[in-house]
């Protein structure tokens, strides 16, 4: 009787020590039309009851008069509460500068930043952001980008990418950010050969709302330390979400382990 409570006793620690050992992340990829039809604040107000972790962001407006001379990506950090944030710049617009950004509620560790092969006046770039290593116990690297739609740089852009994602350090890496790829093109097959899709919600899968196709992602590294939970984009009745961008937020919410 005493080997079978001490046994249940170790089984019950173990449950425990498995439970506390994972601990939730929660991405979320928006691109938000430059912000031209709602400012940082709104942007905020809006996505803050998912309580993201990390915000990518793409199409992002820094004090150009449409913005009314607005950070938008510091007015959304300011909105959630969060204090790590940063913007990189893909070109000069009207009188600002328009870009690739993220926030997050984590301490980052390091920023790196890569420019793809481009075509035209838009610099495609990369953003990765390592989280410190004392939040997860382990490195968690999150790189945002927004790739060109045009077919005549896919190739080269795509194959940037791939090999940047390569040689950036991280424990765990997520990918992440609007990648103008559809998911039944050999593009999307070329990179899910190295990244796991998260969006696997059956007859959904490829479908960003009822009429438009899956250009938003968020992909996750191999490594097996990592488990997804849930991945969905945001189209519920709390507001009208088209009033905000010509994009839905995009979540996944995973379990480091």
Do not use: C
Request: a neutral charge.
């Amino acid at each position: 009787m005493d080997m079978r409570k001490s046994l249940k006793r170790i089984l019950l620690f173990i449950v425990i020590t498995l439970t506390i050992s994972a601990k939730e992340f929660r991405i979320m990829t928006y691109n938000i039309y430059g912000g031209r039809l709602a400012n940082g604040t709104k942007i905020g107000q809006s996505i803050k009851r998912y309580k993201p972790d990390f915000i990518a962001l793409q199409e992002v407006d820094k004090f150009t008069k449409r913005s009314n001379i607005k950070d938008i990506t510091k007015d959304i950090a300011d909105e959630l509460g969060y204090n790590y944030y940063y913007f990189q710049k893909s070109r000069d617009f009207d009188s600002g500068e328009f870009g690739i950004s993220f926030v997050s509620k984590y301490p980052i560790e390091t920023i790196q930043t890569y420019e793809l092969p481009s075509i035209g006046i838009e610099k495609r770039q990369v953003i990765a952001a390592k989280i410190e290593k004392t939040v997860f116990g382990k490195s968690v690297l999150i790189i945002n980008t927004h790739l060109d739609y045009k077919q005549e740089a896919k190739n080269e852009e795509l194959n940037s990418l791939l090999i940047m994602s390569e040689i950036v350090e991280g424990d765990i890496k997520f990918l992440s950010g609007d990648l103008n790829i559809l998911p039944t093109t050999e593009y999307y097959k070329q990179i899910t050969q190295n990244w796991k899709d998260m969006y696997l919600d059956g007859d959904k899968a490829g479908i960003r709302n009822n009429d438009d196709p899956r250009i938003d992602y968020i992909l996750g590294d191999l490594s097996g330390n990592w488990k997804i939970k849930e991945s969905f984009f945001i189209n519920d009745d709390t507001q009208e979400w088209t009033k905000l961008s010509d994009h839905l937020p995009y979540m996944s919410i995973v379990d480091i382990k």
